[in-house]
């Protein structure tokens, strides 16, 4: 990549000429957010990751793929996502939708994916760290509140809002009803309000029970 802060290209052809190196060089992180798996099917953006995750040198590469429910509609797209899941990836699935298609590699580069036209889809490639690191709390906060891949394939877990997923933590910091109560900003009535529809909506007999239950669901972060 060249001293430009911020560049864009016009299809995949020229991203891989330009950026395609990029791929093969991640060695700690690398987070994919993407609505299906088309959006990066090129250049080779995949198979560099999956050759990285093969190598004996990267126990400690975390790669983080965030999709929308689009990308399970085809078994192939399943195939994939369960192959790069059993070399290490970790899958969720998030019912919002995606604040940006895009790849953080290292959070130090970007690369958003921008609309297709005739002459391929366009991508901007940035190093700022501002941008990078905007984008990223953006994309975390869609993480945080997606659902592990075989939890969204079973279809029988609830699913936790910003607010009920708060509620979780603050059961498990063992802080008292009043001082999680004031944390969080709400009164102790709608505190105990909240945990009770936790409970229930967790099926669970008891505050422990509702953190366990949540501990196998992956819905505590």
Same mark, same amino acid.
């Given at each position: 990549?060249?001293?430009?802060?911020?560049?864009?290209?016009?299809?995949?052809?020229?991203?891989?000429? /330009?950026?395609?190196?990029?791929?093969?060089?991640?060695?700690?992180?690398?987070?994919?957010?993407?609505?299906?798996?088309?959006?990066?099917?090129?250049?080779?953006?995949?198979?560099?990751?999956?050759?990285?995750?093969?190598?004996?040198?990267?126990?400690?590469?975390?790669?983080?793929?965030?999709?929308?429910?689009?990308?399970?509609?085809?078994?192939?797209?399943?195939?994939?996502?369960?192959?790069? %899941?059993?070399?290490?990836?970790?899958?969720?699935?998030?019912?919002?939708? *995606?604040?940006?298609?895009?790849?953080?590699?290292? /959070?130090?580069?970007?690369?958003?994916?921008?609309?297709? =036209?005739?002459?391929?889809?366009?991508?901007?490639?940035?190093?700022?760290?501002?941008?990078?690191?905007?984008?990223? =709390?953006?994309?975390?906060?869609? +993480?945080?509140?997606?659902?592990?891949?075989?939890? +969204?394939?079973?279809?029988?877990?609830?699913?936790?809002?910003?607010?009920?997923?708060?509620?979780?933590?603050?059961?498990? =910091?063992?802080?008292?009803?009043?001082?999680?109560?004031? %944390?969080?900003?709400?009164?102790?009535?709608?505190? /105990?309000?909240?945990?009770?529809?936790?409970?229930?909506? *967790?099926?669970?007999?008891?505050?422990?029970?509702?953190?366990?239950?949540?501990?196998?669901?992956?819905?505590?972060?």
């Amino acid at each position: 990549m060249r001293n430009e802060e911020v560049f864009s290209v016009q299809g995949d052809a020229e991203l891989a000429a /330009r950026a395609g190196h990029l791929f093969a060089s991640v060695s700690s992180d690398f987070l994919c957010a993407a609505r299906d798996l088309r959006t990066w099917s090129q250049p080779v953006a995949r198979a560099a990751v999956l050759r990285r995750m093969r190598t004996p040198d990267t126990s400690g590469l975390t790669v983080r793929k965030l999709l929308s429910p689009l990308a399970l509609v085809e078994e192939e797209a399943r195939a994939h996502l369960r192959l790069v %899941r059993s070399r290490g990836a970790l899958v969720r699935i998030s019912g919002s939708p *995606l604040p940006h298609e895009t790849i953080i590699i290292d /959070r130090r580069v970007m690369i958003l994916a921008g609309r297709e =036209s005739s002459a391929g889809r366009a991508y901007t490639v940035t190093t700022s760290r501002n941008l990078v690191e905007g984008v990223h =709390s953006l994309c975390q906060a869609v +993480w945080d509140d997606a659902l592990d891949l075989d939890v +969204w394939l079973r279809g029988d877990a609830p699913h936790l809002d910003a607010g009920s997923r708060a509620v979780l933590e603050a059961l498990g =910091s063992g802080l008292t009803d009043a001082a999680a109560a004031g %944390r969080l900003g709400l009164s102790l009535r709608t505190y /105990r309000r909240r945990v009770a529809g936790l409970m229930a909506a *967790l099926d669970a007999g008891s505050r422990f029970q509702a953190g366990l239950r949540a501990g196998e669901l992956g819905l505590s972060r």
